[in-house]
């Protein structure tokens, strides 16, 4: 079964930095691409950043573009996000999300979230 | 990066059938045949119920059904339960640099 378990969430203040984790099993953690989803409290969600399977290729989206860092460690089946200048609207629950077929835009597999909230 | 727009709500009594819509451009839902479809319950994660399009993973009901037509892609729920209320968000491919856009999300409720 495919387990996908957050951590590393909490309060920050405004220009501080946190690293979330995201430990997978149940499936050869190496072979998948990984995203980052976020939603606002009330809000929609948003796609932040994804990472390649080897960890060689990362996207981000404009809005954390410079200050966020997606890597993964693949002997450790563990993908993280590190989260740099944050600002109050970076306040959300943080999924991350997997692929079974890169390229294909679809998330089938998604953890149950770790919440960051931003604020003085 | 515009999120792709979906009506904010939707609804119908059980065993009756509702339409989503989720219209984009032709850099993302119109140049491509990568629309999914997502179901999110109250505290939850969503969940995977359409993919490229008009596919269904396994344990998906049949009563979920996907189709696109230029830059517009749609949602139908036919025979609504009362588990069927939730909000839906389409997404779709947008190319390497964008993965994922997704709507604005639809409320569904079941009358």
């Known amino acids: 079964e495919v387990q996908l378990v957050e951590s590393g969430g909490g309060l920050v203040q405004p220009g501080g930095s946190l690293r979330l984790s995201c430990a997978a099993s149940g499936f050869t953690f190496s072979t998948y691409a990984m995203s980052w989803v976020r939603q606002a409290p009330g809000k929609g969600l948003e796609w932040v950043s994804a990472i390649s399977g080897s960890g060689g290729s990362t996207y981000y989206a404009d809005s954390v573009k410079g200050r966020f860092t997606i890597s993964r460690d693949n002997s450790k089946n563990t993908l993280y996000l590190q989260m740099n200048s944050l600002r109050a609207e970076d306040t959300a629950l943080y999924f991350c999300?997997?692929?079974?077929?890169?390229?294909?835009?679809?998330?089938?597999?998604w953890g149950q979230g770790s919440l960051v909230t931003v604020s003085s | 990066q515009s999120a792709l727009t979906q009506p904010p709500s939707a609804s119908g009594s059980p065993g009756q059938s509702v339409t989503i819509s989720c219209t984009g451009t032709?850099?993302?839902?119109?140049?491509?045949?990568?629309v999914s479809w997502y179901q999110q319950r109250p505290g939850k994660a969503p969940t995977l119920m359409i993919y490229e399009v008009t596919k269904r993973p396994s344990g998906v009901p049949d009563r979920f059904s996907g189709s696109k037509s230029g830059n517009t892609a749609s949602l139908t729920v036919s025979g609504l339960q009362a588990e069927d209320e939730a909000d839906y968000y389409c997404s779709s491919y947008g190319g390497s640099n964008n993965p994922y856009v997704f709507g604005t999300g639809t409320k569904v409720t079941v009358l």
């Open positions: 999300a997997s692929p079974t077929v890169a390229g294909s835009g679809r998330l089938d597999f």
């Open positions: 032709s850099s993302d839902v119109g140049g491509y045949n990568y």
